[in-house]
């Protein structure tokens, strides 16, 4: 683990996280500074940087990424009226945290384009 990786930090249980899912590959909890009414972070247990350093060999846990936001969705209650999924790369991105995560936004109609 990067030493000082906040997100590293909540998989290993060091740092407080309102988790609402996790399995063996993922970790799924509240953003504490939430752009919509449910919004969650969906992050592999396994630190990668960002989008970008999904290799071949991490399609399998990239796809997982977006498995888990729908079985957040539904517990959250925001599948049926649907939810956006969002990947920051780099700072240019958006970016502000370089452990990779998925956000899952709902609850709001959201709005496109993005800013
Ligand atoms: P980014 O800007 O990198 O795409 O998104 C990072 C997200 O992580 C932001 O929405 C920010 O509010 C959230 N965040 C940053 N630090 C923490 C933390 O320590 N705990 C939680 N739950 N969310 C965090
Ligand atoms: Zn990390």
């Known amino acids: ?6 997100f590293c930090r909540i998989v290993a249980g060091e ?3 309102k988790i609402i899912y996790q399995d063996d590959q993922v ?3 509240r953003d504490t500074n939430p752009q919509a009414p449910v919004h969650i972070l969906v992050i592999p247990r396994e630190h ?3 989008p970008l350093d999904f290799t071949d060999g991490l399609a399998g846990l990239a796809g997982q990424l977006i498995v888990a936001a729908g079985h957040v969705a539904r517990q959250e209650g925001i599948a049926g009226d649907g939810y956006r ?3 920051n ?3 240019q991105g958006g ?6 995560h998925l956000h899952v936004l709902g609850g709001r109609r959201m709005t496109w384009p993005p800013g």
Request: some cysteine; charged content about 5%; aromatic content about 8%.
């Open 85 to 87: 999924l969002v990947l």
């Open 1 to 6: 683990m990067p030493d000082n990786c906040v």
């Open 95 to 100: 970016q502000s945290v370089f452990h990779v």
């Open 27 to 29: 970790v799924a909890f």
């Open 15 to 17: 740092l407080p996280a």
């Open 48 to 50: 990668i940087a960002g």
């Open 89 to 91: 790369q780099g700072r």
